[in-house]
């Protein structure tokens, strides 16, 4: 796989320390959602803060923006920070809506999955 974009991404680390490599914060939701490895086998999911693309951010903690004008590679709009303020002044600049992770996992089971949200 090639990386378009070093802004976006994630990885997620089994209980094996096998390590699974995604492009887009929106690949690794799919990924679990279609469950292709029992969630009890799953040890850290971590998503490529967008402020600082070197580091990653815990996806249960990190904050997401969901906007039209953030060019993700699979143009959902997704964009992970390590701060819900940091979330939110990138919202003031660009728009849109400031997601948990919970929220991410909706928005890819309806938008890709056409499944109902969980609560």
Do not use: H
């Amino acid at each position: 796989m090639i990386f378009q974009d070093k802004s976006f991404g994630g990885e997620l680390v089994t209980v094996g320390d096998s390590m699974l490599v995604f492009d887009a914060t929106e690949c690794l939701a799919a990924f679990l959602i279609s469950e292709k490895i029992p969630l009890s086998s799953v040890k850290k999911v971590c998503s490529v803060n967008y402020g600082r693309p070197t580091m990653l951010a815990d996806a249960n903690t990190a904050w997401y923006l969901r906007s039209d004008k953030i060019l993700s590679p699979m143009e959902v709009g997704l964009a992970a920070f390590a701060s819900k303020q940091t979330a939110d002044s990138v919202r003031v600049k660009l728009g849109g809506e400031v997601l948990t992770w919970k929220e991410v996992l909706n928005v890819i089971r309806v938008r890709w999955f056409r499944k109902p949200q969980l609560k």
